[in-house]
Each structure stands twice: as C-alpha cells, then as structure tokens.
C-alpha cells in the first residue's frame, strides 16, 4: 500500500515539473506570431467523383503514395470488403473480401504492394496485391493484440505499426508475423495512430484523453499531450512533422508543437457540439480538413483558428478523410457506404 | 491511474521521468511553423487555383467532335 501511494506521488511530481519546464519555454503563442496573418479566403471544394460499390458503412480509407498508385486509395466497409479503387476512373482495381466484416482500419503500403486491414477479430491481415496470379491474397495474420484493431499503418513492405482497444501500439515484422515491440503507456483504448514524415516517431490517440509520441527504435514513449476532454478519435502530423493534429469527441481538433512540447492551439465553435472522427492537413498545412458526426468535414485555417469552409454531402457520419500526397484531392468516406472525392 | 498495478505504476514514473528529461525548444518555433506553412501555401493545391488548372478528377468535355 505505502510503495503505491509514494509512486504515485512521485507521478504527480514529476507532472506538475513537465508542466513548469513547458510554461519555461513558452515566450510566443501562435495568436501572437499570427496576429498580423490575414485569414484564408473561403475555402470551396467540389465533389469531382462519388466511388459507389460498398454495401454498408465505411470506416477507413487511406491514398496510396508511391507515384504508381498516387491516385488509387483503399477503403474498408462492415460489409466485409476491402476495395482499392482508381479515384480517377471510378473503377474498382481489386475488391478484397475479408474474413471477418467487423473492419475498423485499412492501410496502403508506401510501396503500393500491399494494403492491411482489421478490427474487431483484434488482428491486422495483412494482403499481397501483386501476386504472381493477379490474385489478392492473405500473406500475413499479425495476431496478439487482445483488444479490437483501431488503426495501422505500414513503415514499409517489411513492417507495420498498429494501435489497439488493449491499449497498446505494437510493430510487427510482418514476414515473421511477430510482434517486434509494444508501445505500452496508454490508459485507454488506442483509437488512432499516424507516422513521422521521416518515419522514425508515430504518434497514438486514446481513449484516456492523451496523444503520446513515440519514438519507434528506442521504443520509449518521449511526449504525452493533454488537455482533451474526451476520447481522441482522429490524429494525424502536420506536414513537417514538428507538430501533432488531434481530434476529439470533446468536438475540437488541438495542434501540438513537438519541439516546445506544448500545445498551440484549439480549434472550435460553439457551433458545432459533435464529435470529431477523422482529419487531414492539407499540403502546407495551412488547411485542417476535418470530419465530424454531423456528416460535415469543415474546413479549417490551421494559423487563424477560424472555419474557412464546410464539405457537405454525406448523408451520414464522415468516418474518414485524407488528402493525396500530392494535395491535390481531399476523400471523405461515410456510413453512408459512398467515398467521395473533392478538390 | 487508480486502475494501474504496482509494476505498471513503476513504468508509468519511468515514462514520465524520460519524458521530463526530454529537450524543449523555445517556442521560436512557433514563429518558424509559421514561416514554413506561409512558404508552402503557394504549392498547395487547395490554395492556389494555378495548381487546379489540370484537374485530373474533372470531367472534360463529354463530346468530341470528330
């Protein structure tokens, strides 16, 4: 009984010590170095292309990033599919059908080679898409996680970090299938996680109201961020990796400064009272896109705080958005089973 | 916190004794978050209009005259 309660007085010691050496640091606020920015004029997207074919809600899509598949995405719907879909053309490159339909996450390799998926069956299935016979096959079932599958996402052909409803991250080597470390620090359900630009940190939203940084090699979680009041559901880095974008159902989205570890700034309205569920920084980072359970993404100037512009057109939650690698096209997916893609 | 085990609540003051000692910059960097977003706003598509002239995703014309 003593041993706890004298290391949970140090915990609250050493708290109270992160916040002094963060106020310490503090000598701008973004308000301040932006006091003189004009704001962004209205921002108006179009919807160029609806991708019909899922059944039932969609709760993940992700772009492929290698120049070959720059403008394909995957998504994942409860109707037991994973399509990979040609955002041009509209057509369906591969339509995967999974074991279990309880899909919460998709990922697209950097390479192109591959997309993952998984959920509730608490694994990552990880596909192949250039099998020799043109088939898209299971190569891997990365199984040890004894919660639900939240998010994944790939560092390359050979491994993938995912994030988990028992608390944890874990990369795993998926030629082995093995776990190589668990990420351990959380107090609640991991529900989202995004990767540095240089791939060496990722970052994990949960349940427990915090985002944590991790720094994958070391394996040591090197910052946590507070200040939501409620589930982070949605993270993602802003384009230079030096700061972190959360969203929450507390309905705002915070920007972190990774360098000065403190957070800069919230963005909300007394408008919207709903909780966020995906976001995506545009190329500069200048735009927030972010979607909510009000079935909008509203659109956000990330120096000025302010909304510059709303997406409208789902006719149900906004689960997930992201904008291509080359910022040229922002998609939304939604439980009401379209993807839509805007620009 | 009070869910945590002895062991867990160990590493929980591990973890936060690494991460005080981790080393903070001024928020100088504020200012160059700033600098760089302003620098990056002319390529980004949804900001420059120049950049959508040749959108891929719209539609050209439906008829072509042969």
């Known amino acids: 009984m003593g041993e706890m309660e004298e290391l949970r007085k140090e915990a609250d010691n050493l708290k109270d010590q992160i916040t002094e050496a963060r106020k310490v640091v503090q000598d701008t606020t973004l308000q301040e170095a932006v006091a003189g920015t004009t704001l ?4 108006q997207l179009k919807t160029r292309k609806t991708l ?21 995405c995957v998504s994942a719907s409860q109707d037991g599919k994973l399509i ?32 993952a998926c998984g959920g509730l069956d608490n694994m ?22 004894t919660g639900y599958l939240s ?72 910052q946590t961020f507070s200040g939501h009041e409620s589930d982070i559901n949605a993270i993602g880095f802003f384009p230079n990796g030096n700061a972190v974008i959360t969203g929450s159902d507390d309905a705002t989205c915070k920007l972190y400064d990774l360098r000065a570890d403190q957070e800069l700034i919230t963005y909300q309205d007394s408008g919207i009272m709903c909780g966020v ?10 735009l927030l896109l972010a979607g909510y359970d009000d079935f909008n993404v509203n659109i956000w100037d990330m120096l000025k705080a302010e909304r ?13 958005i992201g904008v291509s690698s080359d910022g040229m096209a922002c998609c939304t997916g939604s439980w009401d089973s379209f993807l839509k893609i805007w620009n | 916190m009070e869910d945590l085990d002895l062991p867990q609540m160990k590493r929980e003051v591990e973890s936060l004794q690494y991460q005080l000692a981790i080393n903070r910059v001024s928020s100088i960097t504020v200012t160059e978050l700033v600098k760089w977003i302003e620098g990056c706003v002319c390529d980004d598509p949804f900001l420059n209009p120049e950049l959508m002239r040749a959108n891929p995703w719209v539609e ?7």
């Open chain 1, 40 to 43: 962004v004029g209205r921002v």
């Open chain 1, 52 to 72: 019909r074919g899922h059944l039932a809600k969609i709760y993940a899509m992700h772009w492929g990033t290698d120049t070959n598949c720059s403008k394909l």
């Open chain 1, 84 to 115: 990979v879909w040609d955002t041009l053309t509209t057509n369906k490159v591969s339509a995967i059908p999974l074991k279990s339909s309880w899909v919460m996450t998709c990922a697209y390799a950097p390479s192109g080679n591959m997309v």
């Open chain 1, 124 to 145: 990552c299935s990880i596909y192949n898409l250039k099998g020799k016979d043109g088939n898209v096959k299971v190569m891997r079932e990365l199984a040890a996680h």
């Open chain 1, 151 to 222: 998010c994944c996402r790939f560092l390359s052909d050979s491994e993938i970090i995912t994030s988990s409803g028992d608390c944890t991250c874990v990369l795993w080597d998926i030629e082995t299938g093995t776990e190589k470390t668990i990420f351990a620090g959380h107090l609640g359900d991991c529900m989202s996680l995004a990767v540095s630009p240089d791939f060496k940190m990722f970052i994990s939203g949960a349940c427990d109201f915090t985002a944590k940084l991790w720094d994958i090699r070391e394996a040591s979680c090197r």
């Open chain 1, 277 to 286: 569920t995906s976001l995506a920084p545009s190329l500069s980072g200048r």
């Open chain 1, 308 to 320: 510059v512009g709303v997406l409208a057109g789902h006719d149900n939650r906004v689960s997930c």
């Open chain 2, 60 to 66: 050209k014309g439906k008829c072509v005259i042969l």
